[in-house]
């Protein structure tokens, strides 16, 4: 009877631990209200693109100096391209001289290089630096803004209107959130940005005159004290209110929010720090392929070498919600045979991650090197090489 009594009050017992600990216990839907004061939000996973939150993220609104993201990736794509380099002496104007708001101060005829410039857009908003890169890129700012239309075309940035290369408020100077999005999504491809994004503190030497240097600040706080934060941009004046770009990295996992119209510069980080909380609280994801690995090998016809490496473009990953891992999986693609010349970078087939059959992701499968197309000689050579070979047999 003693038995049975202390049976059903140890029963009782793990009843009263158990109720008390299921709250905490990770079968609670997603909170998704999560009450901000932005008047336009959205978090993004970096590499899907997939949205995971959203508040009025097709508002046109004055984005400030998160303008700069483009800036910045004009640049770094200018740089890939080897039509600039980080190393490009930059003659400061008159125009880059006078611009207002936030600056680095820079003097008129400065040289500057433009790994210094794009370093004290990305840590302290300097406008005259933003200027600056603008006319060493195309000649001129307004020839800059007509591109960074163009690329916001083409990134499908559909609700988009740049009118300067700095975020200084004109009535016709507009984006989205959600288009925020796509440009900072594109920009973090550029891994390179993330070691200047990720500096709290430097100084600029500057190079016209005997004078002390410029203490550059980084304005994004997040990177100080949010786990994996690395990055993107702040934005404010009187029109714009408080905004903030910003991209945080864990394990496999990166993504990106943005927030605009916050009433307060305290509020966006923290508003921006709850956004990213609530992503990596209930998403994760899954890294089936590398950024260069090595996936297979493609026959090569007519050409030097008999075969070429084919490997991934990009990281293959995909996003999911926790849970949901066993239903996620990879698909190669790759074509037999090829013809040469082969490009270096030319697309051999396709790497995906699927769910339940559906694509979710996909990747370029790319040479690895070239392979030239063989020449007469060549194919009398190898038809020699092969009946030596089949003659010792």
């Keep these: 009877m003693l038995r049975k009594a202390a049976t ?6 793990v009843l009263y631990i158990f109720n008390i600990l299921l709250p905490s216990i990770v079968f609670a839907q997603p909170d ?15 590499t899907t693109g997939r949205v995971l939150f959203e508040k009025n993220s097709h508002e046109k609104l004055p984005p400030a100096s998160i303008t700069k993201i483009m800036t910045i990736l ?5 740089i890939k391209k080897g039509t600039v380099s980080l190393r490009d002496k930059v003659v400061i104007s008159k125009k880059a001289w006078k611009m207002g708001g936030s600056q680095v101060f820079l003097g008129i005829g400065e040289e500057q290089s433009l790994e ?16 600056a890169v603008a006319e060493h890129i195309m000649g001129s700012e ?20 740049f009118v300067n290369s700095h975020g200084l408020h004109h009535p016709d100077h507009y984006t989205t959130a959600f288009d925020i999005a796509l440009m900072s999504k594109e920009l973090v491809k550029h891994e390179e940005i993330f070691k200047w994004t990720t500096i709290w503190l430097d100084y600029l030497e500057h190079t016209d005159k005997e004078r002390n240097p410029t203490m550059l600040a980084n304005t994004n706080d997040l990177i100080k004290w949010y786990k994996g934060a690395d990055g993107l941009k702040t934005g404010s004046h009187s029109e ?27 509020q966006r980080f923290h508003e921006t720090a709850r956004l990213l909380d609530y992503g990596f609280a209930n998403y994760t994801s899954a890294e089936f392929i590398k950024k260069g690995e090595e996936i297979g090998k493609v026959r090569v016809e007519k050409g030097k070498l008999p075969e070429v490496i084919a490997i991934s473009e990009q990281t293959l990953n995909t996003i999911m919600k926790r849970g ?13 045979k090829i013809e040469a010349p082969v490009k270096k970078g030319e697309i051999l087939g396709k790497a995906y991650a699927l769910k339940n059959g559906k694509i979710i992701n996909e ?10 197309r063989a020449t007469f000689v060549d194919i009398i050579k190898k038809f020699l090489k092969t009946l030596l070979l089949y003659i010792r047999e």
Excluded: W
């Excluded at 998704?32 to 970096?46: C, R, W």
């Excluded at 410039?117 to 300097?126: C, E, N, P, V």
């Design 8 to 13: 059903i009050k140890i029963c009782l017992l």
């Design 32 to 46: 998704t209200d999560l009450q901000l004061s932005a008047k336009s939000a959205i978090l993004v996973e970096a």
């Design 74 to 78: 004009l640049a770094m794509e200018a």
């Design 116 to 131: 210094n410039l794009l370093k004290a857009i990305a840590i302290a908003s300097g406008n005259d630096a933003s200027v």
């Design 142 to 161: 307004e020839a800059f803004v007509a591109l960074m239309n163009k690329r916001a075309k083409e990134l499908e940035m559909q609700n988009t209107h």
């Design 240 to 266: 714009a209110k408080y905004c903030l770009a910003a991209t945080a990295k864990r394990n496999s996992l990166r993504l990106i929010a943005v927030v605009l119209g916050v009433p307060t510069s305290k």
């Design 324 to 336: 949901e891992e066993s239903e996620i999986e990879k698909k190669i693609e790759l074509k037999e």
């Design 363 to 372: 990747v370029n499968l790319i040479a690895a090197f070239e392979v030239k």
